[in-house]
């Protein structure tokens, strides 16, 4: 969304930063519903979403990293047994697309493949946004479930979990992330009654023009709109991966008992040793979920 137009500075109006904005948002509206009018190239979204009308689903969205699927899977299983777990996956190349329908399907699982993402190798974010614009269009709004999340495939239960049960008193639930006076749910794992937001026109992009990450361009239909009382927030904290590194230079994020790798945030040259440290976290609940972890190296290469 453009900012208000009481927002910008005599500077900002003099370098015309309200015309360009406006003509930026116009051409990610543009191009997003282009992409959201495309099929799915594998999976049946019709089908699913029929199997998830009036029901609890959570969606990943993943993108190229298959042994990560393979443990969610088992885990969400294990935890959260009472949920539809669907993946929808956002990874452009088809041979790793192939390993991971492999991985859901031989776990019986729902699948989708989306189409070729128009911000696919040059804005990530922009890229899952527009993922989870496809997937709010095409299977939620076409399934009606009772209720729906959407989680990034890297974040994993660790403990029993019911993350639907707070919608019995609020309408979503979610770790926020504030930019002031803005909030928003991040969209790793956010959770919506359906009926609260089903008349809504949800945007689950970006809003960079008020500094609003994935999830953020919710904030004029969605969040502006909400009483505070109705958002239940999962409580969220960072950590460092090794004891003698700053946080930020290798960082796993912990909501509630989910435990989040954070992909590729941190020092490329730690993201193997991260891996591992989130293999031997996990490794314990995958066994008893019956299903022991690969190598680290192994998840590393996949």
């Known amino acids: 969304m453009p900012r208000p137009l009481s927002d910008y500075s005599l ?9 360009l904005h ?3 948002t116009r051409r990610y509206r543009l191009v997003d519903a282009a992409y959201r009018r495309q099929p799915e190239t594998a999976g049946d979204a019709g089908a699913i979403a029929r199997s998830i009308a009036g029901r609890n689903v959570l969606i990943t969205i993943a993108f190229a990293d298959p042994e990560s699927i393979r443990w969610q899977i088992a885990l969400v299983r294990h935890y959260v047994p009472s949920a539809v777990h669907v993946i929808v996956d956002n990874s452009p190349n088809p041979e790793v697309a192939e390993r991971i329908r492999t991985v859901v399907t031989e776990a019986g ?3 989708l493949h989306l189409p070729p993402n128009p911000w696919t190798g040059k804005e990530p974010s922009r890229s899952h946004g527009a993922a989870l614009n496809w997937t709010w269009h095409n299977l939620i709004r076409a399934g009606a479930p009772a209720a729906f999340g959407f989680i990034d495939d890297d974040l994993f239960p660790t403990a029993p979990d019911d993350p639907f049960a707070p919608l019995a008193t609020h309408q979503v639930c979610g770790p926020i992330r504030r930019v002031a006076p803005r909030w ?6 956010c959770v919506f009654r359906y009926d609260a ?12 023009f008020v500094g609003l990450d994935t999830g953020g361009a919710n904030w004029d239909p969605l969040y502006s709109r909400i009483d505070p009382a109705a ?6 904290r960072w950590v460092a991966f090794k004891p003698g590194i700053d946080w930020k230079d290798g960082p796993l994020q912990w909501c509630g008992t989910w435990l989040h790798e954070v992909g590729l945030m941190g020092r490329p040259d ?7 440290t989130v293999v031997a976290l996990i490794a314990p609940h995958l066994a008893a979920a019956g299903a022991l972890p690969a190598s680290a190296g192994a998840a590393a290469a996949g």
């Open 197 to 208: 937001v089903a008349h809504l026109p949800l945007d689950f992009g970006q809003d960079w």
């Open 231 to 236: 958002v239940c927030e999962i409580e969220s």
């Open 184 to 189: 928003f749910l991040w969209a790793g794992f």
């Open 270 to 276: 730690l993201f193997e040793e991260k891996r591992r």
């Open 22 to 24: 406006a003509v930026k």
């Open 11 to 19: 500077r900002e109006w003099g370098r015309l930063r309200p015309l």
């Open 109 to 111: 699982i729902p699948y």
